[in-house]
């Protein structure tokens, strides 16, 4: 596929299933697209779809897997989309920062191919709104997932979630306690985390989570 695609040819990259429950279709919702009629459609279909793919095989199935529905908040952005966003203050990075991140197409300088999207647990928001406990979520992705980073926000408990072939290991937050959680090198980094997660929500979610991984394996 070229970067001007027909509509019949957008129409075939939206059916084009990256997963079991995940076609590419749900990456390419995007407020700043729909509101300001900027097209979020790839330059490069082929290099996004398997940027996408990546990360539903080794994130977001694993993720449904234990926790059930999870709900796509912002994950694709078409080069002109994320310009736009950045350049009006609409909370996008540039696009270099956004290579291999929210801009599936265009691999990263030093981490190559990546992709980002920013998720919200279903199940989770009513504890994360009476608790503000987004920690227990980070660590759990951090101890079990192959992630790259995680950024979480005020919202809903929604957090970036970012697929990289070459993971960085970084975790921060907009939400107290705001900064770094967690990055290589921090003593905390390769320490057990379990007893920050110690509860029946998240006990739960990880023998699902050991289940579907025995199964997959």
């Known amino acids: 596929m070229t970067r001007k695609l027909s509509y019949s040819a957008l129409e075939k990259l939206g059916r084009v299933r990256l997963s079991p429950n995940y076609f590419f279709r749900d990456f390419l ?42 709900s796509i908040r912002s994950a694709y952005r ?29 691999p990263h300088p030093e981490t190559g191919l990546g992709a980002t999207c920013t998720l919200v647990v279903n199940s989770w928001v009513e504890e994360f709104e009476k608790t503000k406990n987004w920690p227990a979520m980070a660590w759990f992705i951090h101890d079990h997932l192959p992630y790259s980073h995680m950024w979480f926000y005020p919202q809903l408990g929604a957090f970036n979630l970012t697929w990289s072939e070459t993971p960085q290991r970084i975790i921060k937050s907009y939400v107290t306690p705001k900064g770094t959680l967690t990055k290589p090198g921090m003593d905390n980094h390769d320490t057990d985390h379990s007893t920050e997660y110690d509860t029946p929500y998240f006990r739960a979610a990880g023998e699902r989570l050991k289940a579907y991984l025995a199964v997959r394996s």
Request: net charge negative.
């Open 29 to 70: 919702y995007s407020e700043i697209s729909n509101y300001h009629g900027i097209p979020n459609i790839p330059h490069h279909p082929d290099v996004a779809v398997e940027a996408a793919t990546k990360f539903c095989e080794q994130l977001l199935e694993p993720l449904t897997a234990a926790f059930g529905k999870i």
């Open 78 to 106: 078409s080069p002109e989309v994320n310009q736009f966003g950045n350049e009006n203050g609409l909370n996008c990075a540039s696009n270099q920062a956004n290579y291999g991140a929210h801009i599936f197409d265009y």
